[in-house]
């Protein structure tokens, strides 16, 4: 063990998230499949939503550049939340995958016809906040918690506003899946070889875990900041009814999160409401483990991913957008796929596999 790690109670991330009032103003269901979600963002394109008489609508918008297109490409069976892939124990690069051509075609459509932000891939928190009070959006991708922070701002436009999330979309081939997820291991305490005291440091740590450790770590303090009722730990008014204050930002002012530990799942619960934690937790069963950040490299592998690949992911980037907005036809596609080729993509995944055999049998 490196160090001591502290450890998410939740998986779940990045969601698609409607306005349900707009679906209710034009007469449709939340989307379940890529061809339903189409036809969504059309009739919110020219059904006139915000009520306005205008045809201003801005269907689709985001503030996390390419990724935030992720949940029109991941229906499609690959993932911007993964350079790589394994398929049948080979590593694979994610942008050269076949399937993405079929992706791009469908997020290109979307782009060309209006119904996703034009300035996707400019857009800031200023510029994606007020596509929604301004009434101009109904559909973003984003982490849960944005869900009652949009609804918030929207409201005070629009008292009716009602903010939900949705399940992943089905594509063509029926799946339904997601590999935006939160890490397992958040950060970590570690000791120094040089310390005096690693067998009582060590010993302190290990407290954390245990479940006195845990309750006091998630809860704080007995009868000062929670009590037990019918052996479940609450937050006093101490915590959730500070006017000026969030209950996070209490938790953290009292040495939340300063050290490494089991986060509880029913202090994840109390820092949201009954409507958020349902939508987080449909979500989780459809989260998939992703490609393995945490590989390692020796120097000489470390010196050919820092030009290569580096040079790889820049020529990725300029080419994915260009043939989501157009600038650039599908049909290059394999040009494309070629050009990356060229530039030494096989040295590239001749490492990546070495990495990902030595991290598989640790």
Known sequence: MYFFPQISAVKTINLLIVRQDWLDKVGMKAPTTTDELYEVLKAFKEKDPNGNGKNDEIPFTTRNKLRGLLAFIEPFGVSFEEDFYVENGQVKYTYTNPKLKEALAFAAKLYREGLIDKEYITNDQKVWESRFTNQLSGITFDSFPRIEYLEKLVAKAD??????????????????????QQTLIKNGFAISSKSKYKAELAKMHDWFYCEEGQLAMNFGKLGETYTMENNQPKYTDLIMKDQNKSPLIKMYELGHREFAYQWDIRYENAMVTPKIE????????????????????????????????????????????????????????????????????DSVLKIQQASYERYMKR
């Open 159 to 180: 008292p009716k506003v009602n903010m939900i999330g949705i399940t992943p979309l089905k594509g063509p081939s029926g799946n339904a899946y997601t590999k935006s």
């Open 278 to 345: 349902k939508i987080r937790d449909s979500i989780t069963p459809f989260i998939k483990d992703k490609f393995p950040a945490a590989l390692s490299y020796k120097q000489a592998e470390r010196d050919v991913l820092n030009s290569k690949f580096a040079e790889i992911t820049t020529y990725k980037d300029e080419m994915v957008n260009k043939f989501i907005m157009g600038a650039e036809p599908l049909d290059k596609f394999d040009d494309y796929v070629k050009n990356i080729e060229k530039i030494g993509l």
